[in-house]
């Protein structure tokens, strides 16, 4: 509890105070601060517990990598886990929340994990709870479960909008550090349309917290200056609070913007989060460095943090995280946090430097303890003072706070995100980033170049490079002197054997320094499987601190060189992306599209019932007395339309208006039995087929001209069959003079059927509908109501003397109210998908069931359809020998022996007395109904042999009931066997 | 991974749908072998590298595509309408 506000400085709007609640208790801040620095200034430092061991943690840094500092945010539906503490910006009514602790944060239970800890070692999960199997699922992984883990999510519905969008650019800027403004500068002052990104709520990256001069101007004016002209430049687009969490082909990136993520209270009309897709020519990344940890024995107590975020601290938020604080350092990062908590007004103890003769640097003025390590950290929820080892001497030094720096990571993800390995670079000790063509450019300290002058210089010429390649001319590249001009020097400094204490690799997922040595010697020697095997790097930082120092100590355990070692795979995300923000507006309803018919309206005036088919709602029965049975509506529907007449809403069905004088020739092809021959104003029932000689898809197709068919489709395959026409029509037979569109929406269809149905469309219909004047199968242009033109085709699918009248679908509704006032008088009825189904199977038609992607025509009865004087799509494979073979599984009827039994679609077929198995299997049922007319359950069934097996008894194994019924192979036509009623 | 249509210009590969390889060529019905048909149908090469694939701009224009690519790299070489590639390529391509 040593944080303290400074008494000037930062980044911070000091009139402005913020209150905000951690753990219920109420803190005030300044705007601009992060939840990490107000609860610094607040004196706490204490803000979460590990993931395994729950050893009391603090922030180690002060930005987008931090492990440690994740906290419950917000309560309610609005309640997010796992939120950095360090980029979290504090408003008013802010609430968060401590997590991986119960019942406190300073008491935690599960803290006893350390006195356990030698069996929480590498791959422990995997070793223990091997065996047995079951225990694995019943008792050890609820335990754990409930003992580890991050946070726990709100169990809500997310109340806020979220959405996608799209943005194009020049010249993509990815960091808004130096190099980054830099870039964008020189590829905007060309004229280039430049898009400039940064994760931060203000540009700036290192010049926030460093204060050197650039060209005599402070650092914090010369980036203002530069946010200035870009922002009054039109061509220049600035994203902040934005992170670009991947690369893609085509130079395509994903960014997620934090819209209004900071706000307590989002605007409601606003999304919180929004996804871009950011398509660029040239991409220049520069999206800077992470410091990296030194491994040393308790090097995760709360105080001890990167030698930079001290700087961040101070300089942005004019915080010091303690009153005393000791640097331990192997490169020039730790002189310069000296030198500026110093500045600062800051005691430094002492800069311990692992190196032995490191290069002359600025400290400060304060004691420089060379060839030294720290040994032991004394404190466990805060720092008190540590143990120093040099040549064997040991020396107590007193501090508060340890500002730690092992070197640099450059943030190279998104340079190999595509499958481009970094590059190891000895002078830095660090894997810099490829060169991966000339549309990505990497600068500054992402590609190892970590001092101001040369990343300022890099970012100008990248922004010159990029620029000019997209047709702009750049000005001559600016001279830049800066205050601070360090060469950067660095002894690597792995593991400190003197320490003791466990030394953290991995803070996030409490990896130490002795599990990746243990994985190396139980065999796990490659990094992607010491990766796996110890969690190393899998958090939700993905080793952006970690990884490196993890690699070189397998390195070191294995005798190879880091490069040798390489790294693990790089793939998005850079940091965690939410669900709602990759979902967007595609939530709920809005998932996918719903599709209602022309009729819709009036069906639902009718009380139906509705039900999803594809994105299709279709009336599935209609109920006379408000929660009347489905069974109970569909029998009255059925026995009415067989008995008086029925109208039933077919518009689902896809529609394809084909014309051109290839028109009849095109039909041929697409169908397996023939179109050529079909006179005008007739309708005929058609077969497609696949290439492999399996049927595609049924459905009639009418003539209504010499060069002009009008096909239907079934409702599921509307969409495959118009894409498989355009294939047919532009990949194979581009010579054919066709044209074809789909005209589904285009068309309401009503089916009326029934013995009255020509009584009825005839008080509707000018033209004669008598069986002479337009017998079964015809074809016809019609005035429906005196002036409306319609389409009529006498066809049927429920068997009965039947009509589809095609409407423009304008007047689907009007025209489905004039049917049924004409129907009045012969006892119209609607029938919904219920009966249409039932009166189908007591026909015999085939549908969806059976034209299951494995059927042939022959399996399906209609093997006679296939025409042997023409080509056509699938008719070389359909004429396959194994397709004709007896024992394939074909379509009949099944009829159970005791009337009162009821089959149910997808059971099995067994011979009686067989036991059920793969061997014994003689299909299945493929729709079952109950039938009104037969009165009793019925069904489709495909059955081995089945066509010649009629009459014979099997045994119908229901596994999910386990039920046995015994049925009666039967023709699969139940109901008019001589399709009578079709032709009256 | 973006889709130059000869017909929309370049769109994103969700409005696109891929099946697969371009350079077989529909057997002819009066002469083809039952090995023809087999190869047409069902033999396919995965190449790593360069490939000519069908793409329908199923979410566009509705054209159907040959698109030059690499599996590797998803770099685009070139796009043409399908219909313009049956002219040059009548045969398919020889392997
Ligand atoms: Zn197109």
New interface residues.
């Given amino acids: 509890m040593t944080g303290y506000r400074l008494a000037s400085g930062g980044l911070i709007n000091r009139e402005k105070s913020v209150s905000f609640s951690f753990d219920n208790k109420i803190y005030s801040g300044f705007e601009g601060d992060t939840l990490a620095s107000a609860l610094l200034a607040n004196g706490v430092s204490l803000m979460g517990r590990g993931f395994k061991y729950h050893r009391p943690r603090g922030p180690l840094t002060a930005g987008s990598a931090e492990p440690n500092a994740l906290v419950g945010v917000g309560h309610g539906a609005r309640r997010e886990p796992n939120v950095r503490a360090t980029t979290l910006e504090i408003s008013t009514g802010l609430v968060t929340t401590s997590q991986n602790c119960w019942p406190s944060l300073r008491f935690d239970i599960g803290a006893m994990n350390q006195t356990v800890s030698p069996f929480l070692v590498a791959g422990f999960y995997y070793k223990t709870f091997m065996w047995p199997k079951s225990f694995w699922e019943k008792v050890y992984e609820p335990i754990i479960r409930a003992a580890a883990g991050l946070g726990t999510a709100s169990h809500e519905a997310d109340p806020d909008r979220y959405e996608k969008a799209y943005a194009h650019c020049e010249v993509l800027v990815i960091g808004a550090g130096p190099s980054g403004l830099m870039a964008a500068l020189t590829a905007a002052r060309a004229g280039a349309r430049v898009i400039i990104v940064d994760e931060g709520a203000r540009p700036g990256g290192s010049l926030l917290f460093e204060d050197d001069d650039i060209n005599g101007v402070s650092a914090h004016d010369w980036t203002d200056g530069i946010i200035a002209e870009l922002d009054k430049n039109d061509n220049v687009r600035i994203f902040t609070r934005t992170t670009v969490f991947g690369r893609f082909d085509g130079n395509m990136f994903g960014a997620l913007e934090r819209v209004q993520k900071h706000l307590t209270e989002p605007d409601q009309d606003r999304p919180v989060e929004r996804t871009w897709r950011i398509f660029t020519k040239k991409a220049v990344l520069a999206s800077g460095a992470e410091e990296r940890p030194l491994v040393f024995g308790d090097n995760d107590r709360p105080g001890i943090m990167q030698a930079s975020a001290v700087r961040h601290y101070v300089k942005r938020y004019g915080v010091s995280p303690g009153k005393c604080c000791v640097v331990f350092t192997n490169n020039s990062s730790g002189y310069r946090t000296a030198k500026c908590l110093v500045d600062y007004g800051v005691k430094v103890a002492a800069v311990i430097d692992s190196r032995s003769n490191p290069p002359e640097e600025d400290a400060g003025g304060v004691k420089v303890i060379t060839g030294a390590v720290i040994s032991k950290v004394k404190g466990s929820k805060t720092v008190s003072g540590i143990l120093v080892t040099r040549e064997g001497d040991l020396e107590n030094i007193d501090c508060d706070f340890i500002a730690m720096s092992g070197g640099w990571n450059p943030n190279v993800h998104l340079a190999c995100q595509l499958g481009t390995k970094p590059v190891w670079d000895e002078t830095i000790a660090a894997f810099v980033a490829p060169e991966t063509g000339s549309d990505f450019l990497s600068v500054g300290a992402v590609a190892g170049r970590f001092s101001l002058t040369e990343c300022l210089k890099d970012g100008a010429e990248a922004g010159a490079k990029a620029s000019k390649a997209c047709g702009h001319k750049p000005k001559p590249i600016e001279h830049f002197e800066t205050s601070s001009d360090n060469l950067f020097s660095i002894e690597p400094l792995w593991n400190i054997e003197q320490s003791t204490g466990k030394a953290f690799i991995d803070f996030q997922n409490d990896v130490t320094s002795k599990d990746v040595p243990l994985a190396a010697r139980e065999g796990y020697r490659d990094v992607e499987l010491t990766k796996r095997y110890t969690t190393l790097g899998m958090a939700t930082d993905q080793g952006k601190l970690s990884n490196i120092n993890g690699l070189a100590i397998l390195a070191g355990a294995t005798g190879r060189s880091i490069a040798q070692v390489g790294t693990t795979t790089f793939r998005p995300f850079y940091t965690p992306v939410s669900f709602g923000a990759l979902a967007g507006a595609n939530r709920g309803q809005h998932f996918r599209p719903v599709r209602k018919t022309p009729v819709h309206n009036w069906a639902q005036e009718q009380g139906a019932v509705f039900v999803e088919n594809g994105l299709w709602l279709r009336a599935q029965w209609f109920p006379q007395q408000g929660d009347e049975s489905w069974f109970t509506a569909m029998k009255r529907e059925v026995k009415n339309t067989r008995e008086n007449v029925g109208v039933c809403d077919v518009s689902t069905l896809g529609k394809i208006d084909l014309q051109g004088p290839d028109a009849a020739e095109f039909m041929n092809r697409l169908y397996c039995n023939g179109f050529k021959l079909l006179q005008v104003g007739k309708a005929r029932y058609g077969l497609m087929l696949r290439e492999d000689g399996i049927v595609f898809d049924d459905g009639t197709a009418s003539r209504l001209a010499e060069d002009h068919y009008f096909i239907t489709t079934t409702t599921a395959n509307a969409g495959p069959v118009m894409t498989h026409m355009e294939f047919c029509h532009q990949a194979l037979w581009p010579e054919f003079d066709v044209q074809f569109s789909s005209v589904s929406d285009q068309w309401a269809q009503l089916a009326v059927a029934g013995p009255n149905a020509r009584k009825t469309l005839q008080k509707l219909i000018a033209e004669d509908l008598s069986n002479e004047a337009f017998p079964f199968m015809g074809a016809q242009t019609v005035t429906v109501a005196g002036s409306i033109k319609g389409r009529l085709f006498r066809i049927s699918f429920s068997g009965e003397l039947a009509y589809e009248l095609a409407v423009p679908a304008d007047y689907g509704d009007s025209v489905v109210r004039a049917i049924m006032a004409a129907g009045k008088e012969f006892g119209i009825l609607p029938y919904g998908l219920e009966a249409l189904s039932t009166m189908r199977i007591e026909k015999g038609h085939v549908a969806g069931g059976e034209l299951n992607g494995t059927t042939t025509a022959y399996d399906l009865g209609l093997g006679k359809m296939m025409s042997t004087k023409k080509d056509y799509i699938g008719r070389a494979l359909a004429a396959r020998e194994a397709f004709h073979r007896d024992g394939r599984w074909n379509v009949v009827g099944l009829l159970p022996v005791d009337k009162t039994q009821k089959i149910h679609s997808g059971a099995h077929i067994l011979n009686i007395e067989t036991k059920p198995s793969m061997k014994n299997d003689q299909g299945y049922v493929t729709a079952v109904a109950f039938s009104p007319m037969v009165g009793q359950w019925i069904g489709l069934a495909l059955i081995n042999d089945g066509t010649n097996r009629r009459g014979d008894e099997v045994e119908v194994w229901d596994a999910l009931r386990d039920s046995y019924v015994r049925a009666k192979i039967c023709d699969p036509v139940f109901y008019d066997k001589e399709h009578v009623k079709l032709h009256a | ?2 889709i130059n249509c000869p017909y929309c210009g370049p769109r ?1 590969n969700e409005e696109f ?1 891929v ?1 697969g390889d ?1 350079t077989k060529t ?2 002819d ?2 002469k ?1 072998t ?1 090995q023809d ?1 087999l190869d ?3 033999e396919r090469d995965n190449p790593k590298g360069r490939l000519e694939e ?1 793409w ?1 701009h ?1 979410s566009g224009c ?3 595509l040959v698109v030059k690519r690499n599996t590797v ?4 070489y070139s796009v043409v ?3 313009d ?3 040059t390529h009548p045969e398919g391509v020889k392997k």
Avoid at chain 2, 73 to 76: A, P, S
């Fill in positions: 991974m973006r994103p749908n099946l371009a529909r057997p019905a009066d083809a039952a048909w047409y149908v069902y069908y329908h199923a509705r054209n159907w790299t998803h770099e685009v309408a399908a219909r590639y049956k002219k």
